[in-house]
C-alpha cells in the first residue's frame, strides 16, 4: 500500500505502568533506607502489541469497555505518553479533543481564552484572526466574547471550547473523544451535524466512542480493544457485534456465590440458573432453566423471574401462581426444576434477569436481583420490544 | 527539504506557544488588584526601603563605599529575579499538570515562558534602578553596557535552575521546602545586604569562595559594570584569568545538564504527575 495513504500507523505498540504500592514519593524516604529494597512494584500492561493502520479519510472508530486501555492508546496516538515499546506514526497534523477546554482560564475573557487555547493546539495569532469570527457564530455567544470566562455558564463554556477545537482542527488528524455528550439538544444536534461535514470532507477521524449507535452511523472501520488487546478490526456493525458479546460469556451459567444481589430465609434456594442464549441474535426464544433445593419443609412455595434492562426498568416477567401451577407441601431434600420460556421479543442492549422463589403469602425464601445477564444484538431499536405480532404495511404510488 | 520544514514547524509551534504562555501570564499577574502592575515596582522597593533602614541607615553597612544604596538596590533587583524565576520554575510542570496529562505540547516552553515572564519584571524593575542611578548621581560610562552580557548570564543561569527543579518536583514533592531554605540562605550568602569588603577583611578566602557562586559573581560584576568600578568582583579577587571563568563554567555545564536531565524526564510527565 502506498504509504502516502497511511494517516495513522500504530505498530506493535505496548504500554506498560509501574505502579508501585508506595510511592516513594519524598526524598526521606530515598535518604532514610537509601539500600533498603523498594516496595514491590506492580507492573501493569494496559497495552499489549497493538497494530493497525488508519487510512486517509477513513472515519475509524475506537471501542472498549472501561478499563480497557483504550484511553490509554488514545493518549499514546495523541502524543501525551510515551509507547514502552513499539511506534505511532501520524502523518500530517493531529488535533486531539480528549477533553474540551484544557487550559481555559477563568480570569481570562472569551476571546482571550480562544487565543490561549489555540496556541496550546499550535495555531498562530494570524490564523487565529482569519478563523475568530467563524468559532464565536459556531458558539453562538457573540455577545459575551469580552467577559470573563468565570462569569459565563456551563453550557456556555463548553460551547465555545467545543468550537474553538472544531473550528480551528481543520488538521490533518482529528482525534475525538466522547465529547458528543456535552451541550443542550441543540447543540447536539449541531455537533452530530459538524462530524457528517468532516465525513463529507473526507478528514481523516478517529472516534473513541461507547456509544455503539454513534459509531455505527459514522465510522467506517472500527477497532475493539479489550484487555489491553486488540480483538478485531472491522466494519462497524461487525464489531459493534463483537463489542457486545464482550458482555456476556458464551453461555452465561451462574453458579450461585457472587453475583447480584439475594436475600431470603434460605428454606428454599435456588441452586443452579442458566440461561441460554446469552446472546440474542435471531428472534430465538430465551430459556431459564432453574434448579431448586427445598432445605425445610414449607407449606407452599411460587417462583418467578422478571428481566429489567441495563436502566433497572422492568420489560417482562412472570411466577408460577400466574401460570397456574401450585407448589405446596414441599419436603425437605426436594429438589425442583423449572424452565421458563420467553420469546426473544427485546431490542439491542445488556438485560438482567431476577428470579424469585417465595411463599404465597410473600414470606421470601430466595430472592435474587441479577442472578444472569444476556444481551440483544441483531440491528433493532435499542430498549425497545418488538411484540412477534406486529406487522406493517407499505404501499407506494407514483 | 522535508526536514527542514519539519523542524521549522516544530519551532513555530514552540514560538506561538512561548509568545501566548508569556502574554497570558503577564495579563493574569496582577489581575484583581487595584494598582495592578505598580506591585511589580512597589514590591522590590518595599524590600529595598526595609534593607536601607536597617542596613545602611542604622548599621551603616557599606560605610564609604560610593553610591552604597544603589548597589543594594540593584543587588535586591536581581536576587528578587533569581528568585522568581526558580521558584516559578519549580512549579512550572506540576502546576500545569492538567495540561500535561490532556494535550501534547513541548513541555520546555512552559519553563522558557516562565523565565521570560520573570524577565519582563525585572526590565521594569530596571527602569526603577535607572531613576535611583540618576538620583544618586552616579555617573555612568560605556562599561555600563556590561550589563546585557551578564543578564543573558543570570537568565541562561536561571533558566537551568527551573528546567532542574520543575522536573526533580515531578518526582519529589521534597524538593518545594529544600528551595525555599537553599533561597532564604542564598540571601545572605550572596552579598546582596553587606558589601563582599566586610567578608574580605575578616575571611578573605571565603569571600573568593562565595563569589564563585554564579549570582554572586553577576550581582558584584553588574556593580562594578553600571555603579561603580572599585567593587570587588572574581576578576579583583583571583589573579588567575582562568578562575575566573569557573561561575560561567558552572553556568554552562548546568546549563547543559539541566537541559539533557529536563528532556529525558519530560516524556513521562504526563504519567507521573
Known sequence: ?398 | MNLLKKTQSKYNYSIILLKQLVITDFKLRYKGSVLGYVWSLLRPLALFAVLYVVFIHFLKFGGDIPHYAVALLLGVVLWNYFVEVTSQGLSAIVGKGDLMRKLSFPRYVVVVAGSFSALINLTINLFVVILFIIINGVVLTWSALWIFPLIVEIFILGLAVAFLLSALYVKFRDISYIWELVLQAGFYAVPIVYPISMVIAVYPAAAKIMLLNPVAQTIQDVRAAVVWSGTPTVATLYDNPYIRLIPIAITIVLAVAAALYFRKQSASFAEEI
Open chain 1, 1 to 398: 500500500m502506498n504509504n502516502d495513504e497511511i494517516a495513522v500507523s500504530v505498530k506493535n505498540v505496548y504500554k506498560d505502568f509501574k505502579l508501585p504500592h508506595e510511592k516513594v514519593n519524598s526524598l526521606k524516604d530515598l535518604f532514610a533506607h537509601p539500600f533498603k529494597k523498594r516496595k514491590k512494584v506492580e507492573t501493569q500492561h494496559a497495552l499489549k502489541d497493538i497494530s493497525f493502520e488508519i487510512k486517509k479519510g477513513e472515519f475509524f472508530g475506537i471501542v472498549g469497555r472501561n478499563g480497557s486501555g483504550k484511553s490509554t492508546l488514545l493518549k499514546i496516538i495523541a502524543q501525551i505518553y510515551q509507547p514502552s515499546k513499539g511506534s505511532v506514526a501520524v502523518n500530517g497534523r493531529l488535533v486531539p479533543f480528549i477533553e474540551l477546554g484544557v487550559g481555559f482560564n477563568p480570569e481570562l475573557t472569551g476571546r482571550e481564552n480562544v487565543y490561549l487555547n489555540g496556541a496550546l493546539m499550535g495555531f498562530s495569532h494570524k490564523e487565529i484572526n482569519a478563523k475568530y469570527d467563524a468559532i464565536v457564530d459556531f458558539a453562538e455567544i457573540t455577545r459575551f466574547m469580552d467577559q470573563k470566562l468565570k462569569n459565563y455558564s456551563s453550557g456556555m463554556q463548553v460551547r465555545l471550547a467545543f468550537s474553538v477545537a472544531t473550528v480551528l482542527a481543520d488538521s490533518d488528524v482529528l482525534l475525538i473523544d466522547e465529547v458528543l455528550a456535552v451541550g443542550d439538544a441543540e447543540f447536539q444536534r449541531k455537533c452530530f451535524r459538524y462530524f457528517k461535514a468532516l465525513k463529507k470532507q473526507g478528514k481523516t477521524v478517529i472516534f473513541v466512542s461507547h456509544d455503539m449507535n454513534a459509531i455505527r452511523e459514522y465510522c467506517d472501520r472500527v477497532a475493539l480493544i479489550d484487555e489491553s488487546a486488540v480483538v478485531i478490526v472491522g466494519t462497524a456493525n461487525k464489531v459493534a457485534r463483537e463489542y457486545d458479546k464482550l458482555f456476556v460469556a458464551p453461555e452465561e451459567k451462574s453458579t450461585i456465590k457472587g453475583q447480584g444481589n439475594r436475600w431470603g430465609n434460605k428454606d428454599i434456594t435456588y441452586s443452579s440458573l442458566t440461561i441460554s442464549p446469552s446472546l440474542i441474535i435471531d428472534t430465538d426464544d430465551l430459556v431459564i432453566k432453574t434448579k431448586l433445593k427445598v432445605n425445610k419443609d414449607v407449606k407452599d412455595a411460587m417462583f418467578g423471574f422478571a428481566v429489567k434492562n441495563g436502566a433497572d426498568v422492568l420489560m417482562y416477567g412472570n411466577n408460577s401462581k400466574n401460570e397456574k401451577i401450585k407448589f405446596e407441601d414441599l419436603k425437605k431434600g426436594e429438589v425442583i426444576e423449572l424452565e421458563w420460556t420467553v420469546p426473544g421479543i427485546l431490542g439491542d442492549g445488556e438485560y438482567f434477569v431476577n428470579v424469585s422463589a417465595e411463599s404465597t403469602n410473600s414470606e421470601g425464601y430466595d430472592w435474587w436481583d441479577e442472578a444472569t445477564k444476556f444481551a440483544v444484538t441483531r440491528g433493532t431499536i435499542p430498549g425497545m420490544v418488538v411484540y412477534p405480532n406486529m406487522k406493517l404495511d407499505a404501499k407506494r404510488e407514483k
